[in-house]
């Protein structure tokens, strides 16, 4: 009875939730709006689904939820938004690299280096002030894999693991919006790349290698890096000061 129940309900979540759910990852582009039936869903899941086996990955509520939210709220209504979230971790066939061989010396007998390239959260937005977004946090883990002889002539095998998050913002201008260099300028750990396209347009560009850290940090750090494309811009004024009418002038 209990299987059925949950079955029943594992049907009736939305279909990218699901997705999510079997298979750890989705890729859709949406109207801005749509995606708000998944967020909702997402917020039901830990009250609707009970067995183990269907738990959602930590970086589902960490990241894709407060994300979704957030590139929302810059969006129109019918603005088209794409997302790929591939949660199933770096350690899968498809994401990893070739392995090479390291240069050794005695003890040690052989030396392996995997790289795991991850992409796991990848962002298109059309943006209310016609610009477009592009967000990606991809994650590159380095394995060695270490063989040695120790003095009393026994193998060992040793295994070290270091992982690296690279965050990487674009924004893509329309055509005619004013740029200029902001005050004070970014840190030196935030690199920051301007374009000039022959056909007017200007590209901005920055990225970061950071700490992975906790899941729950993740979107703080994509909104640091994605900040400093805005600091470029400067912001409009408001409509009521530009649309405010001159004082009178008194006779």
Do not use: C, Y
């Not at 019918?78 to 050794?104: E, Q």
């Not at 906790?214 to 890096?225: G, N």
Request: hydrophobic letters at 40%; zero cysteines.
């Amino acid at each position: 009875m209990f299987w059925r129940k949950q079955r029943q309900a594992l049907e009736r979540l939305h279909p990218l939730h699901r997705q999510l759910v079997e298979e750890h990852r989705f890729s859709a582009t949406l109207p801005a709006t749509d995606w708000s039936a998944l967020v909702a869903s997402l917020a039901r899941h830990e009250q609707s689904i009970k067995r183990h086996k269907w738990r959602l990955p930590a970086q589902a509520h960490a990241v894709v939820v407060p994300m979704l939210r957030i590139l929302q709220e810059d969006m129109e209504p019918g603005a088209p938004l794409g997302v790929t979230a591939d949660l199933r971790g770096p350690r899968v066939a498809d994401k990893r690299g070739p392995s090479r061989r390291l240069p050794v010396q005695r003890p040690v007998r052989s030396a392996t280096e995997t790289v795991f390239t991850d992409p796991w959260f990848v962002a298109r937005a059309e943006l209310r002030d016609g610009s477009v977004l592009d967000v990606a946090v991809v994650e590159r883990l380095r394995v060695r894999n270490v063989v040695k002889t120790s003095r009393s002539g026994k193998t060992k095998h040793k295994s070290k693991s270091k992982t690296v998050r690279v965050v990487q913002a674009t924004r893509r201008l329309p055509k005619g919006m004013p740029v200029r260099r902001p005050e004070p300028p970014a840190p030196p750990w935030l690199a920051v790349r301007v374009q000039q396209k022959d056909n007017g347009r200007t590209v901005l560009r920055s990225s970061a290698k950071l700490r992975p850290g906790a899941d729950a940090d993740a979107p703080a750090q994509i909104l640091t890096v994605t900040g400093e494309l805005f600091r470029w811009t400067p912001a409009a004024p408001p409509a009521s000061a530009a649309s405010a009418p001159a004082p009178r002038r008194t006779r």
